[in-house]
C-alpha cells in the first residue's frame, strides 16, 4: 500500500507546473501490486476429542427366589379308649371280618400316625384280678386293630394288668408281632418308662405314657401295679416328675408326646 501512495503524489506535482518540463522520460510505474503479508489469525488448535469407548452393555442378572424348604407336616389321628373284651371280643371270634372300626378305619389310616388307648389286656394268659371291672380281649381282635392303620397304643392304663404279668407280656408280644409300638409298660421299669421313637416325614416323634388314678370303689390300688427293677408293671405318673420326664427325650427327637390316663375319684 505504501508505494501506491507516492506514485499520486508525484503526478498532482507535475500538474501544478507552470512551464513545461523538459522531456521527461516516461517512467514505467511500478506495478500497483502490494506484497500483501499474510495476516496470521489466532485460530485455536482444536484437539480432536477422544474417541469415547463403547460402554459395555450390563446385562440384568436373574433374581433367584430364595428356596425355601417347606416345614414338614404330620397328620396324626388319636383316639380314646380301646375296649376290646366282653361282646366286642365276642364277635372278632365269631366273624374276624366284624371290625369295630368298619366307618372309620380309611379314616385312621389316612393318617401319618394313628395312636389310641388300650383299655384291656389281649391274649388269653392269666387271672382277674381282685377289681370291680376286668377287661381281657382275645388275640382276634389285634388284625382289626392293624388294619386300622394304628401305629402306637399306650399301655400304660387302670386295665393293663387285669389278667396280671401274664397278660401284659402276651399282650406287648402280640403288638410287637403286629407292627404296633406300645408304651408305658413293660416287663421292668427301664422298660415302661422309655421312650418310643417313631419317625414320619422327616419328623422323629418320642412318645411317653404314663397312669395315675385314684383307689377304686372297691378299694383296689391300681399304683401296685408300678413297675419297679424287678416287676413288670405300668409306668406310674408322680405330678411334679411327669413334665421333666416327657422333656428329656428332646434331644433324640423333633418333639415329645405324652399321653397320660388319670382321674379323680368321684
Known amino acids: 500500500m505504501k508505494y501506491t501512495i507516492c506514485l499520486i503524489c508525484l503526478l498532482l506535482l507535475a500538474a501544478c507546473t507552470a512551464q513545461p518540463l523538459a522531456h521527461v522520460p516516461t517512467v514505467t510505474p511500478l506495478p500497483a501490486t502490494a506484497t500483501l503479508v499474510p495476516t496470521a489469525w ?4 482444536v484437539l480432536p476429542s477422544a474417541t469415547a469407548l463403547p460402554t459395555a452393555t450390563v446385562e440384568p442378572t436373574a433374581t433367584v427366589a430364595p428356596t425355601t424348604t ?8 388319636a383316639v380314646g379308649d380301646l375296649m376290646l373284651a366282653r361282646s366286642i371280643g365276642r364277635a372278632l371270634q365269631a366273624d374276624p371280618a366284624d371290625t369295630p372300626f368298619a366307618a372309620v378305619a380309611t379314616l385312621l389310616r389316612s393318617a401319618d400316625l394313628t395312636v389310641g388307648n388300650l383299655e384291656c389286656a389281649l391274649g388269653t394268659s392269666g387271672e382277674p384280678a381282685p377289681k370291680a371291672f376286668t377287661f381281657l380281649a382275645p388275640p382276634e381282635s389285634v388284625p382289626p386293630l392293624v388294619d386300622a392303620g394304628f401305629d402306637v397304643t399306650f399301655a400304660s392304663d387302670n386295665h393293663t394288668l387285669d389278667y396280671g404279668v401274664a397278660a401284659l407280656n402276651e399282650t406287648l408280644r402280640l403288638l410287637q408281632d403286629s407292627g404296633i409300638a406300645a408304651v408305658g409298660a413293660g416287663v421292668n421299669a ?5 421312650p ?3 419317625e414320619r416325614n422327616g419328623l422323629r416323634l418320642a412318645f411317653l405314657a404314663y397312669v395315675d388314678v385314684p383307689v377304686e370303689n372297691g378299694g383296689f390300688v391300681t399304683e401296685r401295679w408300678t413297675a419297679t427293677e424287678a416287676l413288670a ?6 405330678p411334679r416328675a411327669w413334665p421333666p420326664t416327657c422333656a428329656q427325650p428332646k434331644h433324640r427327637a423333633t418333639m415329645s408326646l405324652c399321653c397320660c390316663t388319670a382321674a379323680t375319684k368321684a
Not at 42 to 45: I, P, Q
Not at 70 to 77: K, M, N, S
Not at 233 to 238: D, I, L, Q, R, V
Open 70 to 77: 417347606p416345614e414338614p407336616i404330620i397328620t396324626l389321628a
Open 42 to 45: 489466532a485460530t485455536a488448535t
Open 196 to 198: 418310643i421313637f417313631v
Open 233 to 238: 408293671g405300668m409306668a406310674w405318673a408322680e
Open 190 to 194: 427301664a422298660q415302661a418308662y422309655a
